[in-house]
Protein backbone atom coordinates (compact mmCIF):
# COMPACT_ATOMS: atom_id res chain seq x y z
CA UNK A 1 0.00 0.00 0.00
CA UNK A 2 1.05 3.29 -1.09
CA UNK A 3 2.24 6.03 1.93
CA UNK A 4 0.21 8.73 2.25
CA UNK A 5 0.97 12.37 3.07
CA UNK A 6 -0.75 15.49 3.56
CA UNK A 7 0.06 19.42 3.26
CA UNK A 8 -1.31 22.20 2.97
CA UNK A 9 -0.95 26.06 2.99
CA UNK A 10 0.42 28.96 4.93
CA UNK A 11 -3.23 30.11 6.23
CA UNK A 12 -4.79 26.39 6.27
CA UNK A 13 -7.29 27.50 4.03
CA UNK A 14 -5.82 24.51 1.16
CA UNK A 15 -5.25 20.61 2.03
CA UNK A 16 -4.50 18.09 -0.12
CA UNK A 17 -2.98 14.53 -0.19
CA UNK A 18 -0.59 13.11 -1.90
CA UNK A 19 0.18 9.52 -2.06
CA UNK A 20 3.24 7.51 -2.74
CA UNK A 21 7.24 8.57 -3.12
CA UNK A 22 8.09 11.00 -5.66
CA UNK A 23 9.33 10.23 -9.35
CA UNK A 24 12.37 12.38 -8.67
CA UNK A 25 12.70 15.52 -6.06
CA UNK A 26 15.33 18.56 -6.78
CA UNK A 27 16.13 21.52 -4.83
CA UNK A 28 16.68 23.98 -7.40
CA UNK A 29 19.08 27.46 -7.13
CA UNK A 30 18.04 28.72 -10.33
CA UNK A 31 17.50 32.44 -10.35
CA UNK A 32 13.88 31.84 -11.44
CA UNK A 33 13.02 29.80 -8.52
CA UNK A 34 14.58 32.49 -6.02
CA UNK A 35 12.64 35.12 -8.00
CA UNK A 36 9.23 33.37 -7.56
CA UNK A 37 9.70 32.09 -4.19
CA UNK A 38 11.86 35.34 -2.71
CA UNK A 39 13.65 32.47 -1.22
CA UNK A 40 17.29 30.94 -1.66
CA UNK A 41 16.18 27.93 -3.45
CA UNK A 42 12.72 25.73 -3.95
CA UNK A 43 12.43 22.18 -3.15
CA UNK A 44 10.28 20.17 -5.63
CA UNK A 45 9.08 16.66 -6.06
CA UNK A 46 7.94 15.58 -9.26
CA UNK A 47 4.25 13.12 -9.28
CA UNK A 48 2.14 11.90 -11.87
CA UNK A 49 -0.66 14.53 -11.03
CA UNK A 50 -3.45 11.96 -10.64
CA UNK A 51 -1.64 11.39 -6.87
CA UNK A 52 -2.28 14.21 -5.70
CA UNK A 53 -5.79 15.51 -4.33
CA UNK A 54 -6.96 18.73 -3.52
CA UNK A 55 -8.84 17.55 -0.25
CA UNK A 56 -10.18 21.40 1.03
CA UNK A 57 -10.09 25.26 -0.48
CA UNK A 58 -9.41 26.55 -3.65
CA UNK A 59 -5.93 27.54 -5.69
CA UNK A 60 -5.49 30.48 -8.12
CA UNK A 61 -3.13 30.02 -10.88
CA UNK A 62 -0.58 32.18 -11.83
CA UNK A 63 2.01 31.85 -15.02
CA UNK A 64 5.52 32.31 -15.51
CA UNK A 65 7.89 31.47 -17.84
CA UNK A 66 9.83 28.78 -17.05
CA UNK A 67 13.64 28.57 -18.05
CA UNK A 68 12.69 26.86 -21.79
CA UNK A 69 10.62 29.89 -22.28
CA UNK A 70 7.54 28.02 -21.54
CA UNK A 71 4.78 28.32 -19.43
CA UNK A 72 4.85 27.41 -16.04
CA UNK A 73 1.73 27.20 -14.00
CA UNK A 74 2.11 28.02 -10.01
CA UNK A 75 -0.79 26.82 -7.97
CA UNK A 76 -1.44 29.56 -4.87
CA UNK A 77 -3.64 29.33 -2.11
CA UNK A 78 -6.45 31.74 -3.73
CA UNK A 79 -6.26 33.34 0.04
CA UNK A 80 -3.13 33.56 1.63
CA UNK A 81 -0.72 32.63 -1.80
CA UNK A 82 1.07 30.13 -0.76
CA UNK A 83 2.44 28.18 -3.70
CA UNK A 84 1.89 24.29 -3.60
CA UNK A 85 2.75 22.93 -6.79
CA UNK A 86 3.58 23.90 -10.29
CA UNK A 87 2.86 22.68 -13.54
CA UNK A 88 6.46 22.84 -16.00
CA UNK A 89 6.21 22.81 -19.52
CA UNK A 90 7.78 19.58 -20.14
CA UNK A 91 5.01 17.33 -18.50
CA UNK A 92 1.96 19.68 -18.74
CA UNK A 93 -0.77 18.90 -16.25
CA UNK A 94 0.32 15.96 -15.99
CA UNK A 95 3.07 16.11 -14.16
CA UNK A 96 3.57 18.46 -10.79
CA UNK A 97 6.33 19.35 -8.75
CA UNK A 98 4.95 19.58 -5.22
CA UNK A 99 6.37 22.29 -3.11
CA UNK A 100 7.89 19.64 -0.38
CA UNK A 101 8.12 22.94 2.25
CA UNK A 102 3.84 22.45 2.55
CA UNK A 103 4.00 18.94 3.68
CA UNK A 104 2.91 18.24 6.98
CA UNK A 105 6.14 16.87 7.33
CA UNK A 106 8.45 18.30 5.00
CA UNK A 107 11.26 15.91 5.76
CA UNK A 108 9.57 13.18 4.12
CA UNK A 109 11.44 13.53 1.02
CA UNK A 110 15.18 14.45 0.72
CA UNK A 111 16.10 15.90 -2.65
CA UNK A 112 17.70 13.50 -5.78
CA UNK A 113 20.01 16.15 -6.74
CA UNK A 114 20.80 19.50 -6.17
CA UNK A 115 20.50 22.30 -9.34
CA UNK A 116 21.53 25.23 -10.70
CA UNK A 117 24.26 25.57 -8.40
CA UNK A 118 25.82 28.07 -10.39
CA UNK A 119 23.06 30.54 -8.93
CA UNK A 120 23.31 29.25 -5.69
CA UNK A 121 24.05 32.26 -3.16
CA UNK A 122 27.50 32.26 -1.82
CA UNK A 123 26.56 31.78 1.87
CA UNK A 124 24.78 28.69 1.25
CA UNK A 125 25.86 25.05 1.93
CA UNK A 126 25.09 22.39 0.02
CA UNK A 127 24.07 19.01 1.29
CA UNK A 128 26.73 16.38 1.74
CA UNK A 129 26.03 13.69 -0.43
CA UNK A 130 23.37 14.66 -2.50
CA UNK A 131 24.76 15.20 -5.90
CA UNK A 132 24.72 18.86 -7.19
CA UNK A 133 25.22 20.41 -10.76
CA UNK A 134 26.05 23.77 -12.00
CA UNK A 135 22.93 23.98 -14.24
CA UNK A 136 20.63 20.87 -14.98
CA UNK A 137 21.19 16.72 -15.30
CA UNK A 138 20.07 13.83 -17.01
CA UNK A 139 17.37 12.28 -14.06
CA UNK A 140 17.93 8.91 -16.18
CA UNK A 141 21.52 9.17 -15.15
CA UNK A 142 20.27 9.04 -11.29
CA UNK A 143 17.05 7.32 -10.69
CA UNK A 144 16.65 3.89 -9.67
CA UNK A 145 14.80 1.90 -12.65
CA UNK A 146 11.12 2.14 -11.04
CA UNK A 147 11.56 6.11 -10.95
CA UNK A 148 12.91 5.95 -14.82
CA UNK A 149 10.16 3.99 -15.89
CA UNK A 150 7.77 6.02 -14.15
CA UNK A 151 9.36 9.35 -15.63
CA UNK A 152 9.54 8.21 -19.25
CA UNK A 153 6.10 7.26 -19.29
CA UNK A 154 4.88 10.73 -18.05
CA UNK A 155 7.00 11.96 -20.63
CA UNK A 156 5.59 9.90 -23.20
CA UNK A 157 1.83 10.87 -21.93
CA UNK A 158 2.59 14.52 -22.16
CA UNK A 159 4.08 14.41 -25.56
CA UNK A 160 0.65 12.03 -26.83
CA UNK A 161 -1.35 14.74 -24.81
CA UNK A 162 -0.20 17.84 -26.70
CA UNK A 163 -0.44 16.17 -30.22
Known sequence: MAEIR????GCGHVRYRVEGEPIFTNNCHCRLCQHQTGSTS???AFFESDRIALLEGELSEHRVDAGSGGPHIICRC???GT???SYYPRMGRLGTGLRVGTLDD???FTPDAVIFTESAMPWVALPEGIPAFAAT????ELLPPERAERLSALIARSRAAAG
Not at 6 to 9: A, F, L
Open 42 to 44: VVN
Open 137 to 140: YNPF
Open 83 to 85: ALW
Open 78 to 80: AQC
Open 6 to 9: EGGC
Open 106 to 108: PSA
